[in-house]
């Protein structure tokens, strides 16, 4: 057993609720990603809050505000259409709030996820066939979510694409906690989106704190966020289908798009280099950091957020025989593309 001190200092508090341990999640010096860079690099780990994702924030804000504002009490219901992590971190909150969640999902939703939903109280309602008017599975979704709202007359949808206690969350919690832990110091922010909740609300606290710090989306090829193209995507998490109501009052200071398999090379290299297993778009933002090294002042400080863990990855990113399957690419031109990637990353 190494010392304690090496295990991390600090006085454990007790969380009252499950609810009260989301947030405070670690920020931690990336050394040997790209080593001799100059370049000082933090991960702030929202994979370790309860449910494993940056979501359990906006879940638990967007529930408290429906409560607080008399939309939603004790023995309510709220509906949703999350094909991923919001659906888990909705079902934990609505449990302990002791609300009923219904949770709309696709066929795309991985096994594990909807298996979680439902250990954690969740209904499951899935789609299995797109919207006949547009042919989208995400709007037949939407349609499911209208149709359950007529049925049960109490229920509220959160509506987490346009929801302020979305961004709200980041703004009062993830950046907060950021900007607190770096002693408002810190160069550049760089966040992955799909509602634009975290990059709305980061970007929210540094303009009212005047900080000046540069802000990356990180967003998937086939997006249509930020003037995107739509085009198929290959991973969840990353991007969006449709342009959110949040990202209309964002602007980011610059917009990476990456590829499928740029998200599998850079979560593998985080995860060798550094041991820190995490999803896809985490993956992305690592794989575009190493893109943009170069062009970074000497000494700059710069923030990644690993959104979630990489667990339910594990049969995706980290799984080769899906990798050449899926997005048609071997282990040796995997090999060859993290050592471009590392390459790429070495400055000057
Ligand atoms: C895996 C993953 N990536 C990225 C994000 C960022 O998404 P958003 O723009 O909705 O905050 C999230 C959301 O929390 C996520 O779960």
């Known amino acids: 057993m190494p010392p304690a001190a090496e295990q991390g200092t600090g006085t454990p508090v007790i969380a009252d609720g499950i609810s009260a341990a989301v947030g405070r999640t670690p920020l931690v010096r990336l050394d040997r990603l790209f080593p ?39 023995g309510g219901t709220v509906v949703e259409s ?123 606290y540094l303009r009212e704190h005047a900080l000046d710090t540069g802000t990356i989306a990180v967003d998937a090829e086939g997006s249509v966020l930020f003037g995107g193209t739509a085009a198929p995507r290959p991973l969840p998490g990353l991007g969006a289908g449709v342009v959110t109501d949040i990202s209309r009052t964002v602007d980011p200071d610059r917009v990476v798009r990456v590829r499928g398999i740029d998200c599998v090379v850079g979560a593998r290299l985080l995860a060798r280099r550094e041991g820190i297993l995490a999803g896809a778009s985490t993956g992305g933002i690592i794989h575009a950091l190493g893109t943009l090294m170069p062009e970074l002042a000497p000494g700059a400080r710069v923030v990644v957020i690993v959104h979630d863990g990489g667990v339910p990855y594990l049969e995706t990113v980290y799984d080769d025989a899906w990798v050449e399957e899926t997005l048609g690419v071997d282990a040796d031109a995997l090999a060859a593309a993290t050592a471009a990637l590392q390459a790429s990353a070495r400055r000057g």
Do not use: W
Not at 116 to 138: C, F, H, N, Q, S
């Open 82 to 204: 999350s094909s991923g992590n919001l659906g888990v971190a909705l079902a934990r909150v609505c449990t302990a709030e002791g609300v009923r969640f219904v949770c709309v999902v696709d066929a795309r939703t991985n096994a594990t996820t909807v298996a979680t939903i439902r250990a954690l109280g969740g209904e499951i309602e899935l789609v299995t066939e797109p919207d006949p008017e547009t042919g989208d599975l995400l709007a037949a979704r939407f349609r499911r979510v209208e149709e359950i709202l007529e049925r049960i007359p109490d229920a509220v949808n959160l509506y987490q694409y346009g929801n302020p206690a979305n961004p709200r969350a980041h703004a009062e919690g993830t950046m907060r906690e950021i900007a607190e832990a770096t002693d408002h110091r810190l160069d550049v922010l760089m966040a992955a989106v799909s509602t634009t909740g975290t990059i709305a609300g980061c970007t929210a």
């Open 36 to 74: 001799h860079s100059g370049i000082e690099i933090l991960a702030k780990l929202e994979s370790v809050n309860p449910g494993g994702s940056t979501k359990d924030r906006p879940a638990l804000a967007m529930v408290r505000d429906a409560i607080d504002r008399g939309r939603l009490a004790p």
